[in-house]
């Protein structure tokens, strides 16, 4: 039987590319992804013609995977120049003028994705997966790499507290595999988050409610809302007033040291550090100090950014077409959205390792 051997090129070969292997559809298809070129190639055993090729289910997947490694690699997507479709054992070839692919993210931008470049996380868990099996850990993915791209911190803070949002949400699904979470208690969002920072986080904080519920204090869960609400305005107000750069929040998390002592020195908030055990705050209400378990880096990374999401998204409150740097909420919205790229960059790697092992684990019960 004939075997067929395709080639898709985008504009000229470099010889310095990094290849990628994978099954689509039981067929091998390889990857070649360089700076401003790539190449997908795949052999079949059915004679096509190249609008064939490239009208293909398999090539259109293997564009999407080497744009999305090109991303990753090399920081920015090349501009279609030149699409060539050849077959290996015939000297016809077909140039495409009109190639059929719309790029969310301009080639002329440069998204730095260094925390995702692993040749094993790209093959393994990137280059498998067709977009059938797509599922919340790759959405949280996409909607990560998508913020990077932007410069305006509206549109990063969406697309960062999608991914985050992704992450929490899919954690659910554990309780199928593993029963390490009450069955009861995973339909509530604000349940499932709790445990999943309890568990997950390096610095061991737990958000006792993100979701505006009665907030953990003393151990008591009857605070008032509205005292909770107070606490938190007075917080964000103050950490917004102090001189701080969004480097200076990047460089105090990944100092030595406790990650909430260094972000309260930078953000003027070192009485809400509890001096006894510095993983945990003093939440002052109504002129008393209470004892929180929660960190200030989860509390400020999970209680500003959820009243941000919610004035966003439910159109509570505009976004900020004009505004100045030393405005509360533009400030507000600068600090959430480095602590939730902060966190990201540190995490969505292996979250999404783990969300795709688990899809798999329930595709295996399954059968």
Same mark, same amino acid.
């Given at each position: ?80 120049? =030149? ?64 913020? =990077? ?33 009450? =069955?009861?208690?995973? =339909? ?6 709790? &445990? ?68 309260? &020195? ?102």
């Amino acid at each position: 039987m004939a075997k067929y051997t395709y080639s898709v090129i985008v504009n000229d070969v470099d010889s310095d590319n990094k290849p990628f292997r994978y099954t689509y559809s039981k067929m091998e298809m390889l990857v070649l992804v360089a700076k401003d070129s790539f190449i997908v190639m795949y052999e079949t055993n059915t004679e096509k013609t190249p609008d064939q090729i490239w009208m293909s289910r398999e090539v259109e997947d293997g564009v999407r995977k080497a744009l999305l490694a090109q991303l990753i690699f090399f920081g920015h997507n090349c501009e279609f120049k =030149k699409v060539l479709i050849k077959e290996a054992n015939s000297d016809e070839y077909k140039i495409i003028d009109e190639p059929r692919v719309y790029n969310l993210i301009p080639s002329d931008v440069y998204v730095d994705l260094s925390p995702l470049r692993d040749n094993m996380f790209v093959t393994e868990y990137l280059m498998k997966r067709v977009k059938s099996k797509y599922e919340s850990g790759i959405a949280a993915l996409f909607s990560y790499i998508y913020a =990077k791209s932007k410069k305006c911190e509206e549109d990063k803070f969406t697309y960062f507290w999608r991914s985050f949002n992704g992450i929490y949400s899919s954690v659910a699904k554990e309780s199928v595999v593993d029963g390490s979470f009450d =069955k009861a208690k995973v =339909k509530k969002e604000n349940e499932v988050l709790k &445990n999943w920072l309890r568990n997950r986080e390096t610095q061991n904080f737990m958000v006792a409610s993100l979701f505006n519920k009665a907030y953990a204090v003393n151990n008591d869960y009857t605070i008032a809302e509205k005292k909770i609400k107070h606490f938190f305005y007075t917080v964000r107000d103050k950490a917004a007033k102090a001189n701080w750069t969004k480097d200076d929040i990047r460089n105090a998390l990944n100092a030595r040291g406790n990650k909430n002592v260094n972000l309260a &020195n930078v953000l003027g908030l070192q009485n809400y550090v509890y001096s006894v055990n510095p993983d945990m705050m003093v939440v002052e209400i109504e002129g008393q100090p209470k004892i929180s378990k929660s960190s200030l880096y989860g509390y400020l990374m999970t209680e500003l950014a959820y009243q941000i999401r919610c004035s966003y998204f439910h159109a509570a409150k505009p976004i900020l077409l004009h505004t100045t740097l030393s405005d509360p909420e533009f400030r507000g919205l600068q600090l959430a959205n480095a602590l939730l790229e902060h966190y990201l960059d540190e995490n969505i790697k292996d979250e999404v390792m783990e969300k795709i092992k688990l899809e798999k684990m329930l595709e295996e019960r399954q059968k």
